[in-house]
């Protein structure tokens, strides 16, 4: 449609033409592609968000800043969008296709501004689709583990440590309750330690004191019976001093009951959560009881530690040195927020990047190997097999792949030039090399170690050149829409 014919059908129209828009458009993804680049890598540098209310938060992650940020520009809230659906796919790539997109971009300008059709470009990605595969390197990875970040503030972030084993977020609730149980026994149960009341509004008559003595009594001693069964459970498999015994229950304890497992040397908690309750058993082993009846020794699971620690007013009790932790808890410590909140999202990308290795069952070689390797693959073997204007097109998507290396040697401090001629030349003596970002120069990613998730490789492949397909095609913006705000009745 037109700009006349939009006018005439809405006079209050706002019409962007197809030049202004195409460059609108490129002009929003170089922008949000210059400021997510000083991410990028091992060596990128970090952001600083202020709020409204002057609220600081320091990152470098680029899902974080993409959410945080005010962005006001359709097509930059339109790339955005797609970055934070990348991380909730594959969990990382958010600077990544960000970037991929505003290469891609940058690329096309060059060619748009000699005359050259946007669907020219557009057909270019299609070709590109041939990926080398020696690439991708295949490993088998066994076995699923449940992983849980806890934080506390306290001593450095140089002291956070994997837990092999949980960390609860309270305490006992008994004074003489021993504070550390060695080779214990876990009693995990959803049992009720407590006196209750009745479900239904009921009264009660006496005709004398003692009646009601006995009837106090006899509530009393269901309890009372029930504790004591857990006690002659602890008394049955405890044959040796060394050996400790733990109750973690779901329900509550009431004062009484906890006094009397206190005189036994028992340690017990209560109101533990319920992912607490199903990692004890992957932890500890056994299985949760749900009643009285239930109370065996093949029930309990075993620990080779259990103790309190106390940081201010706050209790935390660690369960380790368990038989077979298929649930461990990465205890994060740091001095302030900002330190603890950039080690979450730190160890949260790096949990998914384990997860991604172990549903892909490969990575590919990383420090900008896979792209040099892929762009050279695209120039030297895909071009032969096209013909005509689309290997422009072609052209343009191997240079928007060596701007992840380049990026790379220029956040590390490098000339970008120069490291990209390096590697080119390695490559074409046939060595698979990416970008060592302490030296500069080519190095080996399979000996060194650096890899890249398959997925979030794949993703961003597939992703970005659909979007930055449909920018360049955008030939007009059109502000026509109802206010339906200001509409009149």
Same mark, same amino acid.
């Given at each position: 449609?037109?700009?006349?014919?939009?006018?005439?059908?809405?006079?209050? /129209?706002?019409?962007?033409?197809?030049?202004?828009?195409?460059?609108?458009?490129?002009? /929003?993804?170089?922008?949000?592609?210059?400021?997510?680049?000083?991410?990028?890598?091992?060596? =990128?540098?970090?952001?600083?968000?202020?709020?409204?209310?002057?609220?600081?938060?320091?990152?470098?992650? =680029?899902?974080?800043?993409?959410? $945080?940020?005010?962005?006001?520009?359709?097509?930059?809230?339109?790339?955005?969008?797609?970055?934070?659906?990348?991380?909730?796919?594959?969990?990382?790539?958010?600077?990544?296709?960000?970037?991929?997109?505003?290469?891609?971009?940058?690329?096309? $300008?060059?060619?748009?501004?000699?005359?050259?059709?946007?669907?020219? !470009?557009?057909?270019?990605?299609?070709?590109?689709?041939?990926?080398?595969?020696? *690439?991708?390197?295949?490993?088998?990875?066994?076995?699923?583990?449940?992983?849980?970040?806890?934080?506390?503030? *306290?001593?450095?972030?140089?002291?956070?440590?994997?837990?092999? =084993?949980?960390?609860?977020?309270?305490?006992?609730?008994?004074?003489?309750?021993?504070?550390?149980?060695?080779?214990?026994?876990?009693?995990?149960?959803?049992?009720?330690? $407590?006196?209750?009341?009745?479900?239904?509004?009921?009264?009660?008559?006496?005709?004398?004191?003692?009646?009601?003595?006995? !009837?106090?009594?006899?509530?009393?001693?269901?309890?009372?019976?029930?504790?004591?069964?857990?006690?002659?459970?602890?008394?049955?498999?405890?044959?040796?001093?060394?050996? #400790?015994?733990?109750?973690?229950?779901?329900?509550?304890?009431?004062?009484?009951?906890?006094?009397?497992?206190?005189?036994?040397?028992?340690?017990?908690?209560?109101?533990?959560?319920?992912?607490?309750? $199903?990692?004890?058993?992957?932890?500890?082993?056994?299985?949760?009881?749900?009643?009285?009846?239930?109370?065996?020794?093949?029930?309990?699971? *075993?620990?080779?530690?259990?103790?309190?620690? #106390?940081?201010?007013?706050?209790?935390?009790?660690?369960?380790?040195?368990?038989?077979?932790?298929?649930?461990?808890?990465?205890?994060?410590?740091?001095?302030?927020?900002?330190?603890?909140?950039?080690?979450?999202?730190?160890?949260?990308?790096?949990?998914?990047?384990?997860?991604?290795?172990?549903?892909?069952? /490969?990575?590919?070689?990383?420090?900008? /190997?896979?792209?040099?390797?892929?762009?050279? *693959?695209?120039?030297?073997?895909?071009?032969?097999?096209?013909?005509?204007?689309?290997?422009?097109?072609?052209?343009?998507?191997?240079?928007?792949?060596?701007?992840?290396?380049?990026?790379?040697?220029?956040?590390?401090?490098?000339?970008?030039?120069?490291?990209?001629?390096?590697?080119?030349?390695?490559?074409?003596? =046939?060595?698979?090399?990416?970008?060592?970002?302490?030296?500069?120069?080519?190095?080996?990613?399979?000996?060194?170690?650096?890899?890249?998730?398959?997925?979030?490789?794949?993703?961003?492949?597939?992703?970005?050149?659909?979007?930055?397909?449909?920018? !360049?095609?955008?030939?007009?913006?059109?502000?026509?829409?109802?206010?339906?705000?200001?509409?009149?009745?």
């Amino acid at each position: 449609m037109s700009s006349g014919g939009v006018k005439a059908l809405n006079p209050n /129209a706002e019409v962007m033409g197809r030049s202004a828009a195409l460059y609108m458009n490129i002009n /929003a993804a170089k922008g949000l592609h210059d400021i997510m680049k000083t991410n990028l890598g091992p060596k =990128g540098t970090i952001k600083m968000l202020v709020g409204g209310a002057g609220d600081i938060k320091l990152t470098k992650d =680029g899902n974080v800043l993409l959410r $945080e940020m005010q962005i006001q520009n359709p097509t930059a809230v339109m790339i955005a969008r797609t970055a934070v659906a990348q991380d909730d796919v594959t969990g990382d790539g958010t600077t990544s296709i960000v970037l991929m997109i505003g290469e891609l971009m940058k690329q096309s $300008e060059r060619y748009l501004s000699e005359g050259l059709h946007p669907r020219v !470009l557009v057909e270019a990605p299609a070709h590109a689709s041939v990926v080398p595969a020696h *690439h991708t390197h295949t490993r088998t990875f066994v076995g699923h583990t449940q992983v849980e970040i806890m934080h506390m503030r *306290h001593k450095l972030d140089t002291d956070t440590r994997l837990i092999r =084993g949980l960390v609860l977020d309270h305490g006992s609730r008994h004074p003489d309750m021993p504070q550390r149980c060695d080779n214990a026994f876990i009693l995990s149960c959803n049992i009720s330690l $407590e006196y209750e009341k009745s479900e239904v509004n009921s009264g009660f008559f006496y005709s004398s004191a003692d009646q009601r003595e006995k !009837l106090v009594a006899a509530e009393r001693a269901y309890t009372d019976q029930r504790v004591q069964q857990v006690i002659d459970l602890k008394r049955k498999v405890c044959t040796s001093p060394d050996q #400790t015994f733990v109750v973690i229950n779901q329900k509550g304890i009431d004062p009484l009951s906890l006094d009397m497992l206190a005189k036994e040397g028992i340690m017990a908690l209560r109101r533990a959560k319920k992912r607490n309750m $199903e990692r004890l058993q992957l932890a500890c082993g056994g299985f949760t009881i749900n009643s009285v009846e239930e109370l065996l020794p093949e029930a309990l699971g *075993h620990a080779g530690s259990v103790y309190e620690h #106390t940081l201010g007013d706050d209790k935390y009790t660690f369960i380790e040195d368990v038989a077979n932790p298929h649930s461990c808890t990465i205890l994060i410590k740091g001095q302030n927020d900002h330190t603890i909140a950039q080690m979450k999202d730190a160890v949260r990308d790096g949990l998914r990047a384990v997860k991604n290795v172990v549903d892909d069952g /490969a990575v590919i070689l990383g420090g900008g /190997a896979f792209e040099v390797a892929a762009a050279l *693959h695209l120039k030297n073997v895909t071009r032969k097999t096209i013909e005509g204007r689309v290997k422009l097109g072609l052209d343009a998507f191997a240079e928007a792949l060596l701007g992840f290396p380049k990026i790379l040697a220029e956040n590390s401090g490098y000339d970008a030039q120069e490291v990209i001629l390096k590697l080119q030349e390695e490559q074409e003596r =046939g060595n698979i090399v990416g970008l060592d970002v302490s030296t500069g120069e080519p190095m080996e990613p399979a000996v060194a170690g650096v890899y890249d998730n398959y997925i979030v490789k794949r993703q961003i492949i597939q992703s970005a050149p659909v979007l930055s397909s449909q920018l !360049l095609l955008v030939d007009e913006v059109l502000r026509a829409g109802m206010n339906m705000r200001n509409r009149t009745q």
